[in-house]
């Protein structure tokens, strides 16, 4: 089938169609004569009308009945290209979703534990099944086809989406031990379709309006050692908490918690679940105050191995030396920083204690918190109440933490006094040279 131009010159050609040999339905055309590189493009050319799907082969079908793993086009054309997914160029997997401080990434995490399978009084371990749902929004990402429900909008784990993935920790922050026995991965429609594809006849989805939902069901396995408190045994009540962190955790992140529930059976043999509570465990800048103390303090001991090392290899005298000066000097500029991490962290532990959701922000301050209900357990049953916790790496400030403020004030100031120092010695050293 031959189709031409007068008037642009422009010369089109494809194979005849089946319908009586018109070009009828979607086919491969050959063009020649216009100004566009593409020797080759598909085209569709229809008679079927705006509620109708246009086969391959030019014959009309019901859209409804469009990818909906049913084949009503004699050519099975109605089900091919039937992923959810559009995936723009240069998306990458690894990278999550753009986000910022103005429109930060909303994730929502809705946890229901199907049963408790072992509470190990021994070995302080409790096994438990699982089910989460974790939902997000991808700008990035184009939508096609969405129907309402779940199952028509599916998607494959392998078609290289970016997934929030989690790590789980016992309440002695210890990893616990997580089996992931199934996952589920589909669309959920929220919006109407922003555009149709001419050729494909696609309705297109923005991935902003429409929600990614992830399912997965898995056994959970982790140590109470440090939460059980025998005193009372066998008339206690025990406390257990799993805590979820987000392994690739971004910094401008809402985590929302839908619901927590236990749908399992609470009457075990040996105990009962009375039960399970969810809280949100927010970490902000304060939360790495240990590990910038021990940086401070190891930069500290290199300091002053220098020094020695440096005075052994040139001559003593009775005078300070610029060398001397330099390393004291350094000395001192981090003697000041571990000062002011200890004086931090002292004014957040005093802030934690005074505010009990705050204290639930610190791993420790949770811990003594978990001790102390032990130890005032009732009479009865022995009870394991599994609480469910969420650490949010997105940090917090209200304004009205003493803590943070005097952090963010030696963020500010400590930098600006070494580069004067720096300045001061080095404008020194050209003035001797």
Known sequence: MT???????????????????????????????????????TLLLTLCDESQYTCDDGSCVPYEQRCDHKTQ???FSDEKGCSVIVLPQGYSMEIPPPVSSDDPLELSFCQEIISVREVDIAEFRVQIDVRQKVKWRDTRLTFRNLRPGNFSNRVKLSEGLWLPEFYIESGDQSLADSNVKTSFLFVQLNSNPQDKNATSQDKLFDGKENTIVMIQRSTISFSCHCQFCLLRYPFDTQSCSVLYSEVNAVQHINYTIESVSFEGNRKLLEYMVTGVTAELMRRGEVEVIKDRIMVSL?????LTGLLTQTSQ????????????VWYAALIIFDFCIVVTLAVV???????????????????EHFQRLLNAACSDGKKGNVIP???????EAAPKNDG???????????????????????SFFLCLAFQII
């Not at 190891?298 to 290199?302: A, D, E, G, H, W």
């Not at 109440?385 to 650490?391: L, S």
């Not at 009205?400 to 120092?421: D, E, Q, T």
């Open 313 to 324: 290899s040139v001559p003593k005298t009775t005078y300070m030396k610029t060398i001397d």
């Open 345 to 363: 962290e002292f004014l957040h532990c005093q802030e934690a204690k005074s505010n009990p959701s705050e204290a639930l922000r610190d791993t």
């Open 73 to 75: 086009c004699k050519d």
């Open 400 to 422: 009205k933490s003493r803590a943070l403020l005097v952090n963010k004030c030696a963020i500010m100031v400590f930098p600006v006094v070494g580069v004067l120092f720096v």
């Open 298 to 302: 190891t930069s500290l001991l290199v």
């Open 3 to 41: 189709l031409t131009s007068n008037e642009s010159g422009i010369l089109a050609v494809s194979d005849p169609g089946p319908l009586h040999g018109y070009p009828i339905g979607r086919r491969r055309w050959t063009i020649e004569g216009d100004r566009c590189q593409n020797g080759e493009v």
């Open 385 to 391: 109440v599994i609480q469910n916790f969420i650490e």
